[in-house]
């Protein structure tokens, strides 16, 4: 059959009555694993689960008792991913399509728009992840895709950042051991071991997770079975222990404001400045190089990720205020960017996500005042002197809509 816009399945999102029962459905009968879980502020419990090349997002929305029968239950988002979002964009509307995109200004600027069917039902339609165009059926078997290769850049004297498809942590080696940070995943972790150990025989003293998420702390095996001991806050403990996640090493020890761990003769600080984007993320200090790690929530040159459901604005500020009270020249992120590829930044950078985060949600406010939250103010609030930001087209909006929330709901 044709496909004009090269359409591919991506994932979906339904609303369920029990999301206990659809999940262990999606298990039993589809063979599909939970890739993350949880609850959000609004209440509304989720689970992401995958197989190989496709992923559904399942959503139990608050005062949906799991008695009720359906009523609230049903796919309310559908995803395809396209070679040429701005060619599917401009063919769908010379097609009289509902489109609408995300507050893009300009076509060639297009990464993902949303498509409205003859009964309003949306789609979302996002950039296809290789850029080819090529179906994964149409692949030719005899050329499986190559690993993700792993990068490792020396920060300072015995502190070096581990990249890995996109992410990144850090860790510190000293003749009397190693602590590593976020082993982000089972391939990452080997990879990450293997990285280590041509630059030491030292033990693997510590791993520390930075924070609860899994696409972060996945698959540390290795460094447990090296021998290490797995730290995080008091609080992540409590979520994994909830969420039951077999790829995330469980934790051994505790932190609650703050903890120091002794590799060798390096010293390095866990310290808890707070809740942000989540209830449980620590900065990883080394003091005497002044060097941080500090994932997700303090972004280099680049918007806030989506719409950070699992967040807390005003502790997030606060969390800002405090970082750039700490001793040190260097931030190690989460995450490998092209526009950041010394993989740290500073604390002007700090202080520009400052800025950033002020703007908008003073923006937002402005905007909530007018009467523009939750559905006009996505689309409309503009911050063009943050245009330049990493992921500003496709993010803006969400990042909106999120201090809609904030301001219309409550969600602090």
């Not at 993350?36 to 502020?41: A, D, F, M, S």
């Not at 003769?265 to 809740?275: E, F, N, Q, S």
């Not at 989460?334 to 526009?339: E, K, L, N, V």
């Not at 950078?349 to 985060?357: C, I, K, L, P």
Request: net charge neutral; with cysteine; charged share 20%.
């Amino acid at each position: 059959m044709p496909n004009p816009l090269q359409l591919r399945p991506d994932h979906a999102t339904a609303a369920v009555a029990d999301l206990d029962r659809a999940v262990r459905w999606y298990q039993d009968t589809l063979g599909f694993t939970v890739l993350n879980r949880g609850e959000r502020p609004n209440g509304s419990r989720f689970a992401d689960l995958g197989i190989p090349g496709y992923g559904i997002g399942l959503v139990q929305n608050p005062g949906t008792p799991p008695a009720t029968t359906g009523a609230r239950s049903g796919w309310v988002h559908i995803v395809f991913s396209v070679p040429d979002p701005a060619r599917a964009f401009a063919t769908l509307k010379s097609h009289g399509a509902d489109v609408t995109t995300r507050g893009n200004t300009a076509p060639a600027q297009i990464t993902t728009f949303l498509l409205h069917d003859s009964e309003g039902n949306e789609i979302e339609i996002v950039q296809e992840q290789n850029g080819s165009g090529v179906t994964a059926a149409q692949q030719p078997p005899a050329t499986p895709a190559a690993p993700p290769a792993a990068v490792v850049k020396p920060v300072a004297d015995g502190v070096y950042i581990f990249e890995f498809a996109g992410y990144q942590s850090m860790f510190v080696v000293d003749p009397g051991g190693v602590l590593i940070t976020d082993p982000i995943s089972p391939a990452a972790a080997t990879a990450y071991l293997a990285e280590v150990r041509k630059l030491t025989s030292a033990p693997i003293r510590y791993v520390v997770y930075s924070h609860h998420h899994f696409d972060h702390i996945a698959g540390g095996a290795p460094f447990k079975q090296a021998g290490a001991v797995f730290v995080a806050h008091r609080n992540a403990k409590v979520q994994l222990e909830r969420l039951k996640n077999p790829a995330v090493v469980a934790i051994d020890q505790t932190v609650d404001e703050s903890k120091t761990l002794t590799v060798g003769r390096t010293k390095v600080d866990l310290l808890y400045l707070g809740r942000n984007h989540s209830d449980n993320s620590l900065v990883v200090s080394v003091p005497s190089r002044k060097v941080i790690y500090a994932a997700d929530w303090l972004p280099v040159g680049e918007l806030i990720w989506r719409n950070v459901f699992d967040s807390y604005i005003d502790e997030w500020f606060e969390g800002i205020e405090r970082a750039l009270a700490l001793d040190w020249d260097k931030l190690v992120v989460g995450h490998a960017r092209a526009h950041n590829p010394k993989g740290w930044g500073t604390k002007d950078d700090v202080r520009a996500f400052r800025a950033y985060f002020t703007d908008l949600k003073e923006a937002v406010r402005v905007a909530y005042m007018q009467g523009l939250c939750p559905n006009r103010a996505p689309n409309e609030v503009k911050l063009p002197k943050y245009a330049q930001l990493f992921e500003y087209e496709e993010f803006l909006p969400m990042n909106v809509d999120r201090m809609c929330l904030y301001w219309r709901n409550g969600w602090q």
